[in-house]
Each structure stands twice: as C-alpha cells, then as structure tokens.
C-alpha cells in the first residue's frame, strides 16, 4: 500500500476466518475480506477500509494457513512440480457509508518439484507457518516457484492493481493520474 503511496493504519479485524460452507474458494475469499473489512469499518467513523483474505487451491482442495510445521511440510509436498491457484479476496468499505466494493483474483503459481530437505529447510525458517498454501514468495518461498501467471502481487497477497480500481469507485485516484 505504501507503494501506492496510502496513508494507513493497520487494524486486525478479528474477524471469524472460517470459510462460508458450499462457496467456490474465489467467493469465500471474497466474503471473508468483505468480513473483515465491515467488521473493522464498523469500529470507525469515516475512512476506507481495506480487507484482504488469501488461500491456496490445489486440487479442489483449499490450503490456508498450516496449523504448524507438519502441515506446512504436507502442504509443499502437495505443491511440488505442480500448478495451483493463490486466490485473494479484497474488499473496500466506506466506514462512513457502509457501502462496499469487492472482488477476487485469481493466480496460477507452478512449483519446482521439491526434495525433502528443501521443504524440512525452508519450513525451519518460520516463513510458511503464517502463510496460505505453506510459502510466501516474496521471501525465500521465491526460490520454490517456477513461474506465475498473473498478477505476482496477488500472490504476495494484495492485488494492488486491483485495489486502486476499487479505491478509484470512491473516487480516489491511487496513482494521482487517471485510472481507465
């Protein structure tokens, strides 16, 4: 968001995570970062507030966060040489207003296959335990991906792109020049 040259505070939500049973994995991101972002607007007078909500579907199977390092590992195991989706769901509310505009993007991220002592290094490094699908790649995960299709910055978890088309139906330009 600084990139985009936001002022912002950060506000855990608290909001339950749990995904909406029966949704697609794009429409549960979606609700869960609406979620979030009413739950925090809701605690505020006036100001944009942004939601965001990120998971991994491999499968059919969605990946969140791993409960701990096993599950992390399972889940790279799972990833290794093969393409899954990373899905994050946005969500912009007016905390003066209530209304909101969201949204969800879709990633395709292919993995090098991984060897055991990869995936038992990278895991005792503490970067995939708080991260959808078990990796983030805008750290030492990046050295597990082959290639991306689609918005990289979906993957690290703000589509930020996207973000500034919402925040431009509020009528604030992200860029300071005209967003078409």
Do not use: C, F, W
């Given at each position: 968001m600084r990139q985009m040259g936001l002022e912002f505070e950060v506000e855990p939500s608290d909001a339950d995570e749990s995904p909406p049973d029966g949704a697609s994995a794009a429409v549960a991101a979606e609700r869960l970062a609406l979620g979030k972002a009413r739950r925090?607007?809701?605690?505020?007078?006036e100001g944009l507030v942004i939601g965001a909500d990120t998971v991994v579907v491999i499968d059919g199977r969605v990946l969140g966060k791993p409960s701990g390092p096993e599950e992390a590992k399972a889940m790279l195991r799972q990833l290794s040489g093969r393409e899954h989706q990373v899905i994050t769901g946005i969500a912009v509310v007016d905390a003066a207003t209530a209304v909101s505009r969201s949204d969800s993007i879709s990633t395709g991220v292919r993995f090098v296959p991984l060897a055991q002592q990869l995936?038992?290094?990278?895991?005792?490094?503490?970067?995939?335990l708080d991260k959808a699908g078990g990796y983030g790649i805008q750290g030492y995960?990046?050295?597990?991906?082959?290639?991306?299709?689609?918005?990289?910055?979906?993957?690290?978890?703000?589509?930020?792109?996207?973000?500034?088309?919402?925040?431009g139906e509020f009528g604030y330009d992200a860029f300071g020049m005209g967003l078409e």
């Open positions: 925090v607007a809701s605690r505020r007078a995936i038992d290094r990278y895991v005792a490094t503490g970067e995939p995960g990046a050295l597990l991906v082959e290639g991306i299709q689609g918005d990289y910055n979906n993957v690290v978890g703000l589509p930020v792109r996207r973000l500034a088309e919402l925040l």
